[in-house]
């Protein structure tokens, strides 16, 4: 089992930023995958961000250049730095553990969810 507690998620106006964190417990070590996904309203749940286990990092193309995950040493904590937010950023945001199963199936850890909401 692994929890996850999110926190920094919030309101603020286009071209600001924001710094989401997720801390993880439990059986961290047999993780894949961690990182950050969002959900807008209407639309389903899609990656944002990732790192594996073994260090690569994977990025939704329409936030390239604007995000960085990276994690602290302990690597039980992973943050989000969102810079040069924009509307349609706005999301509720949702640390993820992933882990893939013997029989290939991929099984999802999620917190709780933080709101980002970007105005114009």
């Known amino acids: 089992q692994v929890q996850l507690v999110e926190s920094g998620g919030g309101l603020v106006q286009a071209g600001e930023s924001l710094r989401l964190s997720c801390v993880y417990s439990g059986n961290i070590a047999t993780m894949d995958a961690m990182g950050w996904y969002r959900q807008a309203p209407g639309k389903q749940r899609e990656l944002v961000a990732q790192i594996t286990s073994g260090g690569d990092i994977n990025y939704a193309n329409s936030v390239k250049g604007r995000f960085t995950i990276f994690r602290d040493g302990t690597k039980t904590t992973v943050y989000l730095q969102m810079n040069s937010l924009k509307p349609e950023d706005t999301a509720v945001y949702f640390c993820?553990?992933?882990?893939?199963?013997?029989?290939?199936?991929?099984?999802?850890?999620w917190g709780q969810g933080t709101q980002v909401t970007v105005s114009s």
């Open positions: 993820n553990a992933n882990h893939l199963l013997p029989d290939a199936t991929l099984y999802n850890y």
